[in-house]
């Protein structure tokens, strides 16, 4: 029997984001209301994604990164962060019993590497491909990568500033282990 999943974010209040982002309450909520601004899935609630981008966008206010520039490109940045969390949430986050569980490693395992980053890419419910873990800035330049060394490795002298979003996923881990629960969806009625 084929089962659906879906996953469940959690939550996070003004004093959460005040402490991951290291500003005042309306500070922090201003940034968490412009990356929902700027983000095509931002819901109304402080959810992880919501949280991972205003965590990313105070990130790149504190490397002088202008929002304007990233905001775009950021996006990938955040899809790998979210991925990574709920990675490592699979195991800890899961609710069902037993043989549901046993149902979804079979589903979710299938030891294609890209098959099941776009497993969970599907219930995170991204539907991008791209999402890389360095968001670099090279003057008016703002691209995401995953490998930072090859860009340090042209050789020419231009300033570089780089967020990583394993940084960012690593705030959101340990400020709060229960990011993301799963579980089998609800049978259609």
């Known amino acids: 029997m084929m089962m659906n999943w879906v996953a469940k974010q959690a939550n996070f209040d003004k004093s959460g984001l005040k402490v991951l982002t290291g500003r ?3 500070q922090s909520l201003a940034l968490a209301e412009r990356y929902r601004l700027l983000s095509p899935i931002a819901g ?3 959810d992880v994604e919501r949280a991972f981008g205003t965590v990313g966008f105070a990130a790149m206010e504190d490397a002088g990164i202008s929002l304007a520039v990233a905001s775009g490109p950021f996006r990938e940045l955040m899809y790998y962060g979210l991925g990574a969390l709920a990675q490592t949430s699979l195991r800890s986050g899961f609710v069902g019993t037993a043989e549901q569980w046993d149902q979804f490693l079979g589903w979710f395992e299938t030891g294609n590497g890209n098959l099941d980053q776009r497993r969970l890419h599907e219930l995170l419910e991204i539907h991008e491909r791209n999402a890389n873990r360095f968001l670099v800035v090279t003057g008016e330049e703002c691209f995401t990568t995953n490998n930072k060394d090859d860009v340090f490795e042209r050789g020419d002298q231009v300033v570089r500033k780089v967020v ?7 705030k959101l881990r340990n400020y709060r282990s229960d990011l993301f629960t799963f579980e089998p969806a609800s049978p259609a009625r």
């Open 24 to 26: 005042n309450d309306q």
């Open 164 to 170: 990583d979003a394993n940084k960012i996923a690593d």
């Open 44 to 46: 109304r609630e402080i």
